[in-house]
Nanobody, 118 residues
Framework: QVQLVESGGGLVQAGGSLRLSCTASGFVFSRYPMMWYRQAPGKERELVATITSAGGSTNYADSVKGRFTISRDNAKNTVYLQMNSLKPEDTAVYYC???????????WGQGTQVIVSS
């Protein structure tokens, strides 16, 4: 079955960096665009970044553009989110997913917590 396992979160000071990873299983990872989302306390889940199946094109929310970089390694079934110049408002639980998984299964992994202190 589909499984998404996020890791790499933690506590970091403002201005610092973190690299998140998400390893997928149960489907042909290389066929699908992947996304990173985040959900801050008391807020709706929001889309942060998207990458196409081969990794040739990416897209970012305005709030993270220029600071975050999404990438993927299809040989490892893994998508990454490099987060630089972190701000307290980046504090959230971060999730990876694919649109078809959300639509068909409404499945989400456990996410990884990022806390940015000021």
């Amino acid at each position: 079955q589909v499984q998404l396992v996020e890791s790499g979160g933690g506590l970091v000071q403002a201005g610092g960096s973190l690299r998140l990873s998400c390893t997928a299983s149960g489907f042909v990872f290389s066929r699908y665009p992947m996304m990173w989302y985040r959900q801050a306390p008391g807020k709706e889940r929001e889309l942060v970044a998207t990458i196409t199946s081969a990794g040739g094109s990416t897209n970012y929310a305005d709030s993270v553009k220029g600071r975050f970089t999404i990438s993927r390694d299809n040989a490892k079934n893994t998508v990454y989110l490099q987060m630089n110049s972190l701000k307290p408002e980046d504090t959230a639980v971060y999730y990876c997913n694919a649109a078809w998984i959300v639509s068909l299964y409404k499945y989400w992994g456990q996410g990884t917590q990022v806390i940015v202190s000021s």
